[in-house]
């Protein structure tokens, strides 16, 4: 992959305090030889269904049409407030990849704990339209990927392109640095 190659990470932080019901998301647009190339934030509700809306937010906010790839942290952030891959990859136009990094036997049964009537069927119906989950080795680490908008092949080698070291893909790594530090200052102005 030539070095000018642009991602945008997407991170979310979130520190657990219970005066605060927002989650902080940070958008990283870094090239493929880990020169970081922009930033933005925004939030969603802890456990609402609006951090599809903040991801698209952050895509438009960025305004960036020679981002090639939009690279998520995670597919249920801020407790199960779900992403709709395919929506965020028709508004954003280009390829969609989560990438997590935890094994996992899904997310069903925790829904059906944490949830009931409208909300539950709202969050299992995003939930099962993702794409399915695949294990990927990089760097001798292994990750969960999910793709709209490209073969798994070609999303399998857009994250290795992306990972210099260890397991977690550049985007992904500065977008989580900046979603910590921006929810750290919003708590302590708070």
Known sequence: MKSGVRALGIAESYRGDR???RSTFAGAVVRADRVIDGLAYDSCRIGGTDATDAVVSLVDE????????VLLGAVAPAWYNLLDLSRIHEAADRPVLAVTFEASPGLESGLREAFSGDQLAQRLETYR?????????????????RCVGLSVDDA??????????????????????AARAADSWRRDRD
């Open 129 to 145: 339209r993702l794409p399915e989950r695949r294990a990927l080795s990089v760097n001798d680490e292994t990750v969960h990927l």
């Open 156 to 177: 399998s080698a857009v994250v290795r392109a992306f990972t210099p070291t260890g397991g977690r893909p550049e985007p992904l790594r500065v977008a989580r640095l």
């Open 62 to 69: 960025l305004g960036r049409p020679d981002v090639r790839y």
């Open 19 to 21: 005066d605060c019901d």
